[in-house]
């Protein structure tokens, strides 16, 4: 066991996993755990939660759970409390919920786009507006959101609510440095890239064919990348922990890009992501 975390809490929320693998929340829990921080995963799936707090605790960690829906305010703050009457401080903030609805500017519904803003984007400000004021009593604290690299450029997908909420993500969290980096608080980003996670393989393999063909999704994802694979959940995790730790104490409102180097923008992944 490490202790590049030791004697932390660290609230993470979407802790659990949509299916079997590892997803970005379940390795950050378990590599948060290794590292020395008590953790307690947030998942919407409490039983997915459970999953993860098991692993946790076999490998000997600390582990609570707790279910909550992010983008929903009073769940949100039951969680918090609940965190606090559990461990009594928070040292680090995740905010690792996301969804995806497939769909370019016209073809998405009203609906998709509400639903994909309140959970990507609502969700962050409902948990910071909770935690920030916690860290600042505790004259310190770490928060990382999980953006993506939609972000920053086409991935080959049509999914406009997933690039803007993922936008805002950076946008916010760099407002939440400046603002707070006098009291102690560090704020930060991690964007995934093309990453090979139980989430990818349930929310758009549909996109990538018309079957539903995962191994044409892993293909088309796996062609797309210069380093000739797909990142994993544990990539993303590292990247987490490292800004969550001391070692980045002077890091604050950056957005960490793990993406094995640009995917590339051609017309030819475009056609073959488009099915």
């Known amino acids: 066991m490490g ?3 030791k ?10 996993s949509i299916g079997p693998g590892w997803g970005n929340g379940k390795a950050t829990a378990v590599l948060f755990a290794r590292e020395g921080a008590k953790v ?15 692993t946790i605790e076999g490998e000997g960690g600390v582990c609570a759970t707790h279910a909550a829906d992010v983008a929903k305010a009073d769940s949100v703050k ?8 559990a461990f009594g ?15 370019g500017i016209v073809a998405t519904q009203e609906a998709d786009w509400d639903l994909v803003t309140e959970v990507n984007q ?38 406009a609510s997933y ?10 969290s760099r407002a939440i440095a400046l603002e707070f980096a006098g009291k102690g608080i560090r704020c930060n980003s991690v964007s995934p890239g093309l990453m090979d996670t139980p989430m990818v393989r349930y929310g758009l393999t549909g996109a990538y064919g018309a079957d539903g063909d995962v191994n044409n999704l892993i293909q088309v994802r796996t062609s797309q990348c210069p380093m000739g694979h797909m990142g994993t959940g544990w990539d993303t995790a590292h990247a987490v922990l490292f800004l969550a730790s001391d070692e980045a104490r002077y890091i604050t409102g950056i957005d960490l890009i793990v993406d094995g180097a640009s995917p590339p923008n051609s017309p030819e992944a475009a056609d073959r992501a488009a099915g």
């Open 89 to 103: 401080r928070i040292d680090v903030l995740v905010n690792n919920v996301g969804i995806a609805r497939t769909g």
């Open 122 to 159: 609502k969700s962050i400000y409902l948990t910071c507006r909770h935690v920030v004021p916690i860290m600042e009593r505790q004259g310190r604290g770490a928060i990382v959101n999980i953006a993506s690299v939609a972000a920053h450029r086409w991935t080959g997908i049509s999914y």
């Open 7 to 16: 004697d932390k809490v660290a609230l993470i929320t979407g802790a659990g």
């Open 40 to 54: 307690f995963g947030i998942d919407l799936n409490l039983d997915a939660a459970s999953e993860t707090k098991g």
């Open 78 to 85: 039951a969680m918090v409390e609940a965190c606090m009457a």
């Open 163 to 172: 690039y803007a909420t993922k936008g805002a993500v950076i946008a916010l």
């Open 3 to 5: 202790e590049r975390l």
